[in-house]
Nanobody
Framework: QVQLVESGGGLVRPGGSLRLSCVGS????????MTWFRQAPGKELESVAD????????VYAHFAKGRFTISRDNEKNVLYLQMNNLKDEDTAVYYC?????????????WGQGTQVTVSS
């Protein structure tokens, strides 16, 4: 079965850090450009960061630039998101999927996501 399983979220204070992981299985992970997405309560799904299949290019949303780092380990089929200097507005459920995915159309199935809560 094709799966994406996110983990690593939790409750952190403003200014804190988290490292999220996304484990892919049932498909050739290393051939897919991947994206971290997030969805805050009452908000639309938005892209956080993108990475090419071989890590030769990364792209960040404006709010993530300078604070978040996307990376991957194709031998382990894992996508990572290092999140530093977290802010209250980063609170959301974080998901991974293939680059270009949307709720309406995705090549890979959406996982459960992992909750990130930033609060004092």
């Amino acid at each position: 079965q094709v799966q994406l399983v996110e983990s690593g979220g939790g409750l952190v204070r403003p200014g804190g850090s988290l490292r999220l992981s996304c484990v892919g299985s049932g498909f050739t992970f290393g051939t897919y450009a991947m994206t971290w997405f997030r969805q805050a309560p009452g908000k639309e799904l938005e892209s956080v960061a993108d990475i090419t299949h071989n890590s030769d290019r990364t792209v960040y949303a404006h709010f993530a630039k300078g604070r978040f780092t996307i990376s991957r380990d194709n031998e382990k089929n894992v996508l990572y998101l290092q999140m530093n200097n977290l802010k209250d507005e980063d609170t959301a459920v974080y998901y991974c999927n293939a680059h270009g995915a949307s709720r309406a159309s995705s090549l890979l199935p959406w996982g459960q996501g992992t909750q990130v809560t930033v609060s004092s």
